[in-house]
């Protein structure tokens, strides 16, 4: 069965630049025929969004700020999709943060703050945005966030941010509770390790990725496509029966124990 999305409207929040995971989901729902609508946060990445956007065939996106930090913006941000797309058919939620000095080391160093950030924006965040968007899903909406290896087991240096993933894991089960009856799905996938910005700032993130090509079933990583390729299949009726799942996109590498 071909994907075709063309009469359907998905929002991708966290495209920083081509390397996004974010932007790999985009452009996998722009090859199914998908209208977009991307949310960016901070002004320096607006003409990022807005340089890769044109690149699309589709010139009807729609581009808006929201930092998720800000119940007021994310309100705002999809009082304004409504407003201008009416219905949306569902959500890639690709956000994450903590403190640099927090990602490396002992997770034992973490501070009160630095703890609280990161579960702000990179777990409350889907829940803030879920309970904005509401009103404006269809029934058959489906939103997916980005998770991690890390908050299922101890991954050296993902300290804080493994723990947020922890609290992002659940809630992707309450949401996906709460919204059932409504006809929403809420999915998360657990994506390997990637070279992105966010990546960039994990202690250890070249070792990490060698461990993958000398583990992993697959013997290499995956790739942004890879990930965006799997978001296009949870975003359409191909998963109608799935939710409250955490999905592996990982070359295998979470099966494997003691080798
Ligand atoms: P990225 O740096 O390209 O994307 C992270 C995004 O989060 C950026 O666009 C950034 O602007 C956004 N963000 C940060 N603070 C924000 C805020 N307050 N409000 C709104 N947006 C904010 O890196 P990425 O690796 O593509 O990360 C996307 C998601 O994928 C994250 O949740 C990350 O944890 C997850 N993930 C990444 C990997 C990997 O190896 N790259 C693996 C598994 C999961």
Redesign the pocket.
Known sequence: MKIDLSDRTYVV?????K?????GIAESLASAGARLVF????ER?EKNVRDLAETLERKDFIILP????SDEEIDTAFKQIGDQVGKIHGIA?????ANRDEIMGEYLNTTRDGFLLAQN??AY?LTAVVKAARPIMTEGASVV?????GGERVVKNYNV?GVA?AS?DASVKYLANDLGKEGIRVNA???????????KG?GG?NE?LKEMEETAPLKRTVT?EEVGNTTLFLMSDLSSGITGELLHVDGGYNTIGLM
């Open positions: 929040m966290g495209v920083a630049n390397r996004s995971i974010a932007w949310t960016y946060a901070g990445f929201c930092d998720v930090t939620h690709c956000i994450a943060f924006i990179s965040s966030t980005l998770t991690y290896l941010m993933k992002l996938i657990s994506a390997g390790p990637i070279r992105t910005l966010a990546a994990i993130f990490v942004q």
